[in-house]
């Protein structure tokens, strides 16, 4: 890959991957009633699923929901049914007990399938794909998901602890359950784009 293609490419990974979306604000959530630690998987989840969703759009999943347009359509209300019970459930996560918060975060497997109705997750794999790796073969859509991997994982890292500092804040159920419902109705207003891809 030529060097000012990867210098568009990092700059792509990393404007995608530090900006608002469904996953930062689960991130975020989870670092506030988690914490870092705890939250690890998470993010593992997140890096790893989207790395995987990015080399089969590259092997030619996005030629099959081209060619299958109602694909598209389900892959819509997949997300949205998905989306907003998530949201449900970071709205009515429990507070904290004794400093501890009640419940567990999402897995590295729940983190990674969660990727396949992430409408943010799709367009940015579709995207570096169709930008940087259309005519390049497996080499480049190799690159793609290795140059996502490696920007992905400190971007995410910076909304979880931003969520572990606002824990710090959330010292009491009242706090902590206004914290949880902005973060559902972010995360529900998030689908705005995916309703109008």
């Known amino acids: 890959m030529e060097t000012h293609l990867l210098i568009g490419l990092i700059s792509f990974a990393f404007v995608t991957s530090i900006t608002p979306g ?3 604000l689960m991130l975020m959530a989870s670092g506030a009633n988690f914490g870092f630690r705890r939250s690890l998987w998470h993010m593992l989840g997140v890096n790893l699923g989207f790395a995987g969703l990015a080399l089969m759009a590259g092997l030619g999943l996005a030629g099959l929901i081209a060619a299958v347009p109602v694909s598209k359509t389900v892959l819509k209300i997949a997300a949205t049914v ?3 019970w998530l949201a449900w459930k970071i709205a009515h996560a429990a507070a904290p007990a004794a400093g501890k918060a009640v419940g ?4 590295l497997l729940q983190a990674a399938a969660f990727q396949w ?14 930008a940087y790796a259309a005519e390049g073969g497996l080499v480049s859509i190799l690159m793609v998901v290795l140059v996502f991997a490696l920007v992905n994982l400190p971007c995410i890292a910076v909304w979880v602890l931003g969520g572990e500092a606002v824990r710090l804040v959330l010292t009491n159920s009242a706090r902590l359950r206004a914290f949880n419902w902005t973060m559902a109705v972010l995360l529900v207003l998030s689908l705005y784009p995916v309703l109008n891809l």
């Open 22 to 24: 469904p996953n930062n």
């Open 82 to 84: 998905y989306m907003v």
């Open 104 to 107: 567990r975060p999402m897995t």
């Open 117 to 130: 109705v992430n409408p943010k997750a799709w367009a940015m794999a579709l995207g570096a794909i169709s």
